[in-house]
């Protein structure tokens, strides 16, 4: 659908293009400008862009030109929002920031760690002081244990150029260590976003070497390359990819599988929710019966077994044949 004409098409076409300068972070010439708008069913002539963009400078966004004046000239959007001098949040928004805030300790080795801790000191110094003795107060009230920490060996630079890969649609070039094979390899993906799951990082992308969409270890990516060359397959979308999946990988052929649970084990199951398709069944016993419409995989596998003698599989034959095999391979391994 065409945007309006008139006051609310410019509006609409504004907001469009700081979400283009947004994406791009090399700046964009204004012959790239008028294809990203075109592309949103903007119809609209060059003299229009560079009003547009004198209209942002006007306005305060930080737009600035790069190089010299003509065609190759580009446009970059200054990304340091900045917070308005009086901020406030109620006592409940403080709570809630404050749980974030603790509940992002496990990236304290990552790249994004010093990013967080600085946006977090800017909204502490925008605070009023009775809102930061209240911030500072609430460490008597929430605390918050160590936890596994993920992300050690992401590197920025890669964060990065994944980062622009996926919002310019450009192929990106990697090359990434296989867990399965042991081995390192150059890879040409077709990026379609980054994805954070269990506790881990992952790029899901095209292999376009196969041309099927997999997903790849952020940190497991030891070198990337944005390279100057446009990716037009349709993106996989995320519901889709890990319909059927119990896990962080995408889904193979799915099964309906049953595990019943000892009334020990029930309560926490039942406070859970495990899966989009997991049905609860309570037993007369206390056990708790649950049913999942996911693929049978070492991830669902090894969740089973986590529970020990509490947990058993039901359903079907191969569920229970795959959990058998795996707790002889693993008695196997400590011997006789």
Known sequence: MKPKKGRNSQIARIISLLDVFERATDGLTVAELHLRLSERGHEIGRRTIYRDIEALAKAGFPVFPEGEEGINQRFKLDRATRIPDYLAFTAKELFALFMARGALMPLKNTPFHVDLTSAFQKLEEHLGLKQVRHLDSLENELRFRESHEWGAAIHPEIVETLRAGCAERQVVECLYYSASSGSERVRRLGPHYLCYSKGGL???????????????????????????????????????????????????????????????????????????????????????????????????????????????????????????????ETRQFYGP
């Open 202 to 328: 992952y790029l899901v992308a095209e292999d376009l070497t196969d041309q099927k969409v997999k997903l790849f270890a952020v940190p497991r990516i030891k070198r990337a390359e944005m390279l100057p060359e446009a990716y037009e397959g349709a993106i996989e979308p995320m519901d889709r990819l890990f319909q059927g999946s119990f896990g962080v990988h995408p889904a193979g052929e799915t099964a309906e599988v049953e595990i019943e649970f000892a009334p020990e084990a029930a309560p926490y199951v039942r406070e859970r929710k495990w899966h989009g398709s997991q049905k609860l069944k309570a037993l007369a016993d206390g056990k708790l019966r649950l049913k999942l419409e996911v693929s049978i995989d070492r991830e669902l596998l090894h969740w089973i077994l986590s529970f020990g003698p509490r947990a058993r599989a039901i359903g079907p034959e191969r569920l229970v044949v795959a959990v058998r095999d795996l707790i002889e």
